[in-house]
T-cell receptor
């Protein structure tokens, strides 16, 4: 089976940097994705890492270490609108995404 | 480009009643998914379609849940009879075939079911 671990809650100050970690256990690993979901909204795709290293998209970056079964999402220059839940999700073989339980990020002034 | 459209957005029913949810995926997306999301949890896959074929339905409770994707476009998810534990948000998502390899699924806003 597949399992993912990520912190349930994180609080950070507006303008700061926050890192949300994700560890996973799976067979036939393809890649790690990150999704953002505001309360009552749809999950929206943020990033995908299929190879080791850092992927940067504006204020958001995502990192993957396949050897450590570990990844993280880095959010810089935090804004109030970044308050949301963030999910890591693994791809394995030909199976669809399996999501973690999510990290609720609260950005405070 | 229109996104994934789901209806109804909200549904309140009494237990043992039937309920159905409808999804229209993004045009050209061959792969369609139904996920269930409980409060404070991540989405959990119920069923995946490649065109009109259900290719992954191992998590679908087949005694009360059914789904169909006629003509490989729209899809309907049905629950009959509903139980209290079925209260959740039912999310539909779609992707191009290669979405499986890039992680990019496009989700609808979901149908929030409350079973009383």
């Amino acid at each position: 089976g597949q399992s993912l671990e990520q912190p349930s809650e994180v609080t950070a100050v507006e303008g700061a940097i926050v890192q949300i970690n994700c560890t996973y256990q799976t067979s036939g690993f393809y890649g790690l994705s990150w999704y953002q979901q505001h309360d009552g909204g749809a999950p929206t795709f943020l990033s995908y890492n299929g190879l080791d290293g850092l992927e940067e998209t504006g204020r958001f970056s995502s990192f993957l270490s396949r050897s450590d079964s570990y990844g993280y999402l880095l959010l810089q220059e935090l804004q109030m609108k970044d308050s949301a839940s963030y999910f890591c999700a693994v791809h394995s073989g030909n199976t669809p995404l399996v999501f973690g339980k999510g990290t609720r990020l609260s950005v405070i002034a | 480009e229109a996104g994934v459209v789901q209806s109804p957005r909200y549904k309140i029913i009494e237990k043992k009643q039937p309920v159905a949810f409808w999804c229209n995926p993004i045009s050209g997306h061959n792969t369609l998914y139904w996920y269930r999301q409980n409060l404070g949890q991540g989405p959990e896959l119920l069923i995946r379609y490649e065109n009109e074929e259900a290719v992954d339905d191992s998590q679908l409770p087949k005694d009360r849940f059914s789904a169909e994707r006629l003509k490989g476009v729209d899809s309907t998810l049905k629950i009959q009879p509903a139980e209290l534990g079925d209260s959740a948000v039912y999310l539909c998502a779609s992707s191009r075939r290669q979405g499986l390899n890039t992680g990019e699924l496009f989700f609808g806003e979901g149908s929030r079911l409350t079973v009383l």
